[in-house]
């Protein structure tokens, strides 16, 4: 039943998507941008974990849920596991994916015709490589309160290609 | 023969709530679906009750009344479905199968974009698609 559509598609549609909203909609105001990408990952995030938990039993605690996430969840969307799994066991969960698929065909090398102070360019590459950061956020925070655990979902691309998920479980 | 179906979400507002007999019942028959709420509370809440099946998502009979029996079905987003059967002899098996059934057309209803989370379902689709599978069922526990 149901239909398949290429991987360059959807992340030319996210790409798309990050510029729309940074560039053409909401252009002076970067936060409000943001926060309306990652509300776009929640609804897609709340409906993906409907369909992927369709065949599961319950789970019984969060620890159970944030590994669904991390194998059955995260295979079915990006065909690999996460890589790494840490928590404080005080409600704060890392999850690193090394080799993050939606990011792996971007750089944040500044490009030489750009003349900027080096410091200044590479932040600049990498608060724009941030907004791409927001919908996968959304996406694990919708999931996540969809299964009944309200959280708030932030990443980190210091050491790219691997990408860290910090997920703080609100008690 | 089912004759009420519903689909309960997690602070157990209706999402949707049909009935498929002729006469006037169908409020009787949402009164018998609202207090087949608080037994799924309990034998969620009570782990000594439910025995081994705890994670389970087929709840199986939740109580019999004179007319009916209720069978009830929880999942992992905490979203309950409950159906109303008037057949004496219902086998689990048609009961699961049912439930799988139903559980994928939630699934599909609620992907859709135009679907407001929390708020009923609206989709013809959708209730063309309910209805097949409670005749389905029909048949099957008939034959």
């Known amino acids: 039943m149901g239909r398949e559509v290429s991987e360059s598609c959807v992340e030319s549609l996210l790409i798309e998507m990050v510029s729309s909203y940074c560039n053409r909609f909401y252009a002076d105001k970067q936060e409000l941008a943001a926060r309306r990408i990652e509300a776009i990952g929640y609804q897609v995030g709340h409906q993906l974990s409907e369909r992927y938990t369709m065949e599961r039993p319950r789970f019984s605690d969060h620890l159970e849920a944030i590994k669904f996430i991390c194998k059955d969840f995260w295979s079915e969307i990006f065909k690999k596991q996460i890589d790494n799994l840490k928590t404080n066991h005080r409600g704060t969960f890392v999850l690193q994916d090394n080799h993050f698929r939606w990011l792996s065909r971007m750089s944040i090398e500044s490009s030489p015709e750009m003349v900027v102070s080096s410091p200044d360019g590479e932040d600049k590459a990498s608060q724009a490589m941030s907004m791409h950061l927001y919908f996968p956020c959304g996406i694990i925070r919708g999931a996540l309160s969809n299964l009944g655990i309200p959280c708030a979902v932030s990443a980190d691309i210091s050491s790219l290609p691997a990408c860290s998920f910090v997920i703080r479980i609100k008690a | 023969m089912i004759v009420c179906v519903a689909i309960v979400g997690h602070q157990n507002n209706p999402l949707y709530i049909q009935s498929f007999t002729d006469g006037d019942d169908a409020l009787k028959l949402h009164h018998v679906v609202h207090c087949s709420l608080d037994v799924v509370d309990e034998r969620v809440n009570n782990p000594k009750k439910s025995g081994p099946m705890l994670n389970e998502t087929y709840l199986g009979l939740l109580y019999p009344t004179e007319n009916y029996k209720?069978?009830?079905?929880?999942?992992?987003?905490?979203v309950k479905f409950i159906s109303v059967t008037t057949?004496?002899?219902?086998?689990?098996a048609d009961v699961r199968n049912f439930f799988r059934k139903f559980h994928a057309a939630y699934v599909d209803a609620v992907s859709n974009p135009f679907h407001v989370p929390g708020k009923k379902i609206t989709s013809k689709t959708f209730a063309e698609r309910i209805s097949t599978i409670v005749k389905a069922f029909g048949l099957s526990s008939a034959g």
């Open chain 2, 87 to 92: 057949d004496l002899d219902v086998k689990d």
């Open chain 2, 70 to 78: 209720v069978y009830g079905y929880l999942t992992n987003t905490k």
